[in-house]
């Protein structure tokens, strides 16, 4: 038997072979009256809550006790990236329209290495990226375009003021190489996480192969390797200052796709974060 808890009250669903989670949001629906695309399910696993994903098969999960929560006002995720990706390009594009600056060699690469990283993120958002779980709640929307926006403006700000500046060229031609590598190889552990799905499927998949068979999320080493190498080209804090919160999020998020992933294959634990280091 699984037991979902609503209002500390404990119902019980019979298990049969091939039983998957989606079949248990349903039922949490009915049970709480939420509607379906607000359920949101946990568990308790090795003292961490964790979220119940959909299209997991339940025999794969040993904990058979979840928590019903209501997610509250739901939107697609592809619009909640696109609102985190497209938006920065127009805000760059207007700090320079308002901060009084001279055209140099530094503003008009960072220029091309803002709008190219935003514009790849937002390609994947719509022909790459696929969802186990469509819609994202509203809260999670604020917080997520809130990051983005914030530091958007205030790099967008603080780096066309600067950009006239003397600045260390063997750094930036470093930075540039780093920008380049760093993007290119995380799209392309994008595209190795699309193929580890089927076409159409939702399916969780324990991604093996290329640097994934060391790291959990490369995808995310990559990614704060690109605005490292945006910091070195520009040589000011607050650029550096992105990847650095960005990175404490990824390394939370990639911790807890570990623990999901060790539920079923316990030699991921063996596997590094965001470096081929199990401690990283």
Known sequence: ???????????????????????????????????????????????????????????????????????????????????????????????????NHSESFTLKVATIMWVAHYTKRSIESVFVHTFSNKYISLPEVAKNCSYYWIFSLLISFFIIKSAS???????????????????????????????????????????????FDHIVCPHYTFEILSWIGFALFTQHFIALLFPVCGGGQMFIWADDRRRRYALTNPSAMNRGRLLPHRYL
Do not use: C
Request: hydrophobic fraction near 40%; avoid cysteine.
């Open 165 to 211: 500046a003397p600045k260390n060229r063997l750094y930036q031609l470093i930075g540039v190489i780093m920008q380049i590598t760093g993007e290119l190889l995380n799209g392309y552990s994008h595209l190795k996480l699309r193929s580890f799905r089927k076409p159409g499927s939702k399916d969780h998949v324990y991604p093996t192969g290329f640097l």
């Open 1 to 99: 038997m699984i037991g979902i808890i609503w209002n500390g009250k404990l119902n019980e669903i019979p298990v049969h072979k091939g039983l998957l989670s989606n079949d248990i949001v349903k039922e949490a629906s009915k049970i709480s009256g939420i509607p379906l695309e607000r359920v949101r399910l946990t568990y308790n696993a090795n003292g961490k809550e964790i979220s119940l994903q959909l299209q997991v098969n339940m025999e794969e999960i040993p904990v058979k006790t979840f928590y019903v929560f209501d997610s509250g006002f739901q939107i697609d995720r592809r619009v909640d990236l696109l609102l985190e990706y497209v938006t920065p390009i127009p805000i760059w594009f207007l700090m320079l329209k308002i901060i």
